[in-house]
């Protein structure tokens, strides 16, 4: 069984975010494993874990981006995934044309499970892991909160529009990750010594043929004006009746 | 044409097939060669949902079956993509719930179009011959934090509408006419094994005008209980949680507000012991009013707050309360 894990840098949610000409800035913040990519790589590790022998399984991490990029691969092999692809280019793909690049490099792997985030922390997309199932013609869970490998079968939980549901799925499919799937670990001094030697493969974006779909025309942080009316709260009643005051005649949102 | 998937729970539209048909009439009327807004409303015993989007569209079309009975994301983007491919609709609008946003990619690769997710704004540019329609939107991106405004051109684009950012139309008084289709639909491959409803007892969180949430500064389920449930029914407010609340047990998955939980936009969102985590704000940080009760005043929380009681919120909530029933 060969596992995809796709790893996105991002910026750190600790970061506050800057706008320079119509573009976010990450020039100097601290950028991260998307959190969500996190999950994922994690469940693949229990998954080759809990593997034991039967059916050897590898956990291949993808990260499709700048050259800086490598540096969220070399986390997850310092996780301790297996190996790495990292597919590079300075271009912004939409999530529709990144799942194109996704499907060829899980394709050219044989791959039999792709993990990638439930939500991505810069586009806050929600659709790369539903577009890449869709390109390959594979199932998929998306928001999963808990996973186990029976034989052929996933089974797990996931979150739904109201509550949850349990399912089960057969792979290959594509599991999208939720908060609570697992706690991922963090990099051992030894394992973060031995990831050095492991195989990250380059590949230029042009070689997948594709072509960004959205063109990004601009972009603003609108920060809503806040009153910031702050009361101390020593005397709860008298705070209590100002801020009710407050609320009542000036904000009018309380009856 | 225009093509809006009219969602329904249980035979009722659902809030948001208003919302896209106001954005759909926009549309129209921005570009009136759009031609016609075509409502889709896919499921199981859907006839009064169906009556409803009548209300709502120029033309109606109802798939009206078993296998529509439970939701999937595979099986309704099968139905979408062959409605708009036979139809050569050039807009596809869905709702942003997460189903909408679950099964939106899909029918965007079935229809070779691109997608755009979460908009809150929507405008035609143009729509020329072979050219395909220009469409503009605006989204949020970074949690929330930044509106990125962006533009697509193809003959047909996906455009799945973020909750709550068009006002709903109002329902018509000539209804339209409503046409039946048969749709060939593929074997669900997840097998759903059960589901467990998390039954909050209140509802509406998203739609709500005023919502209190409470976090880890409550102190515990109990204080959740009487404290934030307390002032949540004394302002006829549902309750939402932070995702501390949450993984501590004492609130269902179901009430989380943020970037894995639910987004809240209502008129007054209080919140009640919640430092104010990026994760969190990105859930609520569109709020018109935002009061905040927290004993730390240098919480990052604050610093979005209109209004705010530094205090310890066992004093300062029962107090409100007592204030408010006055
Ligand atoms: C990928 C990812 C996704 C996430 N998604 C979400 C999400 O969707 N929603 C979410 O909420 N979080 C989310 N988080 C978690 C988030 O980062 C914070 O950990 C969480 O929001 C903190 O919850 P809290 O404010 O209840 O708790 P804390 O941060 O512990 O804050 C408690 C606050 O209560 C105050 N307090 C304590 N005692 C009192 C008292 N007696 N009276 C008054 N005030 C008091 C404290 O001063 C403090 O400010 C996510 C994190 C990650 C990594």
Redesign the interface.
């Known amino acids: 069984m060969r596992i995809i894990t796709l790893v996105r840098q991002v910026l750190d949610a600790e970061e506050s975010v800057r706008v320079r000409g119509g573009a976010v800035d990450l020039e100097g913040s601290k950028l991260v494993m998307d959190t969500m990519d996190e999950y994922g790589v994690e469940e693949a590790l229990r998954l080759r874990e809990a593997a034991s022998g039967e059916t050897p399984v590898e956990v291949v991490a993808l990260a499709v981006g700048p050259e800086r990029a490598e540096e969220s691969l070399r986390t997850a092999l310092a996780m301790g995934a297996d190996r790495g692809v990292h597919v590079v280019t300075n271009e912004l793909l939409d999530a529709i044309a990144l799942s194109a690049v996704v499907a060829q490099v899980a394709r050219g792997e044989g791959a039999d499970l792709i993990f990638c985030g439930g939500q991505q922390a810069d586009w806050d997309s929600q659709a790369l892991g539903a577009a890449t199932a869709e390109r390959l013609q594979w199932p998929q869970a998306t928001w999963t909160s808990q996973l186990e490998r029976k034989g052929s079968t996933l089974v797990g939980k996931h979150e739904v529009d109201e509550g949850s549901e349990t399912f089960e799925v057969q792979w290959p499919a594509v599991v999208t990750t939720q908060q609570g799937l697992n706690e991922p670990r963090y990099p051992t001094l030894p394992n973060i010594m031995k990831s050095k030697k492991k195989e990250i493969r380059k590949q230029p974006l042009e070689a997948f043929g594709i072509a960004p779909r959205l063109k990004v025309l601009g972009s603003e942080i609108q920060v809503k004006e806040r009153k910031r009316k702050i009361l101390d709260g020593k005397d709860a009643s008298a705070a209590a009746a100002q801020l009710v005051k407050m609320l009542r005649e000036e904000a009018g949102v309380v009856a | 044409m225009i093509l809006m998937v009219a969602e329904q729970s249980n035979g009722v539209l659902s809030k948001s097939a208003y919302e896209l048909a106001q954005a759909a009439r926009q549309l129209q009327g921005e570009l009136p060669n759009f031609g016609e807004v075509t409502a889709l409303v896919l499921g199981s015993g859907v006839a009064a949902a169906a009556s409803a989007a009548a209300l709502l569209a120029d033309q109606v079309l109802v798939a009206d079956m078993p296998a529509l009975g439970q ?1 999937d ?2 099986v309704w ?1 099968s139905a979408v993509a062959q409605i708009a491919g036979e139809g050569e609709a050039q807009v596809v609008l869905i709702a942003g ?3 909408g ?6 029918v ?3 229809l070779d179009a ?5 908009v809150i704004r929507l405008q035609c540019e143009s729509f020329g011959e072979g050219a395909g329609v220009v469409l ?1 939107a605006e ?14 051109q ?1 003959p047909a684009v996906v455009v799945t509408v973020k909750p709550g950012s068009f006002v709903a139309a109002a329902a018509g008084t000539t209804p339209a006419e409503q046409l039946d289709v048969d749709l060939q639909l593929p074997q669900k ?10 039954k909050t007892g209140r509802i509406g969180l998203t739609e709500a005008d ?1 919502v209190v949430s409470g976090g880890r500064g409550v102190g515990t389920q109990e204080a959740f209980a009487e404290l934030v449930e307390g002032l949540a029914d004394q ?1 006829g407010a549902p309750v939402g949680a932070t ?1 501390a609340v949450v ?1 501590a047990g004492w609130r269902p ?2 009430e989380q507000v943020g ?2 939980g639910k987004t809240v936009q209502p ?2 969102y209080v919140a009640v012991g919640i430092s104010g ?3 969190h704000l990105s859930g609520m ?2 709020s ?4 905040a ?1 927290n004993k730390d ?1 240098d919480a990052p929380i ?11 919120v066992k ?2 909530v ?3 309360i ?3 029933r006055k």
């Open positions: 939701y994301a595979e983007a719930s997460r189903s946003r679950e099964y939106s990619p899909r965007a690769v079935k691109p997608l755009l997710e979460d503009r989204h949020y991106t970074f949690l929330s934090r930044v509106t990125e405004r962006i533009e697509t193809a491959r997840l097998k759903v094994t059960g589901s467990i409803q998390e005023v302002l995702r993984d998955y179901a970037q894995t008129k007054l985590a990026v994760q940080n569109k018109q009013c935002i009061v009760l005043a604050f610093k979005i707050t209109d209004y705010g009681i530094v205090g310890d004093e300062i029962p107090a409100l007592a204030e408010l």
